[in-house]
């Protein structure tokens, strides 16, 4: 590691649990044929990572590499902050280069995880595409990866919250047999965020259409605000 990712490595290292890594590397899947085999991790937990991130805000982009190559979770997971951090503070003009940015470190596999991409993909793909055309997250939504399909679908978040379903929608109607249940987890969360923020009307259009094709698991997240006699009736279907 060059100087900079080295400070963070050891800020990390400072603050950091043995314990806590055997009960995160159980918590995100590490073992043999899991989703997360073969992640490492030194035992440190989300809010001292983000308090150590604002400390390296300025991280140049070959530390935040670096960090991303490194074989321990919670490095990459730092980078990511500090990504978000840098893309939050960055012109309009700068935030192509940080959208790239990412976008590479996702090709090379380093957002690889469900809180990698939950804690970015909004912040910096969505953040960035809110106002532009969106096909990438269509052709990522169909990626045999599923951190990238998981990357499409939570990018949306932030069209969410702009107050617009449409291609949360989009990519749920396409998804609906996925069978990965960190996929379903994750379209049945942005659906049940459509019925909150943007229109419930909408949330139950699409169930009445779509519930007898959605798996058990997307219904359940989708429908948790909804009265108990519409989970009833939405799930019985």
Not at 38 to 63: M, N
Not at 82 to 91: D, N
């Amino acid at each position: 590691m060059i100087e900079g990712a080295r400070q963070v490595a050891a800020a990390l290292n400072a603050v950091a649990v043995p314990g806590d890594a055997r009960e995160l590397s159980r918590f995100f899947k590490t073992g043999k044929g899991e989703y997360g085999a073969g992640d490492k991790f030194i035992g440190v937990r989300v809010p001292a990572i983000r308090a150590i991130a604002k400390q390296f805000v300025e991280l140049s982009p070959a530390d935040l590499n670096d960090l991303l190559d490194s074989e321990f979770h919670e490095h990459r997971f730092a980078a990511l902050a500090i990504l978000v951090l840098q893309y939050t503070k960055a012109q309009p003009a700068e935030q192509e280069w940080f959208y790239d940015f990412y976008l590479a470190a996702m090709r090379r596999g380093r957002v690889n995880n469900w809180d990698l991409v939950d804690s970015s993909a909004e912040y910096i793909v969505g953040a960035y595409l809110v106002d532009k055309p969106r096909e990438l997250l269509v052709r990522l939504s169909r990626s045999g990866i599923v951190w990238e399909r998981r990357i499409a679908v939570l990018s949306t978040f932030a069209f969410i919250k702009k107050g617009d379903a449409s291609t949360t929608l989009e990519l749920a109607a396409t998804l609906l047999e996925d069978r990965h249940d960190l996929i379903q987890k994750a379209v049945g969360w942005m659906l049940r965020e459509v019925g909150k923020r943007v229109d419930r009307d909408l949330l139950v259009g699409f169930l009445r259409e779509h519930a007898p094709r959605m798996p058990r698991v997307m219904l359940a997240y989708a429908t948790e605000h909804l009265s108990p006699a519409e989970r009833v009736y939405f799930r019985s279907r």
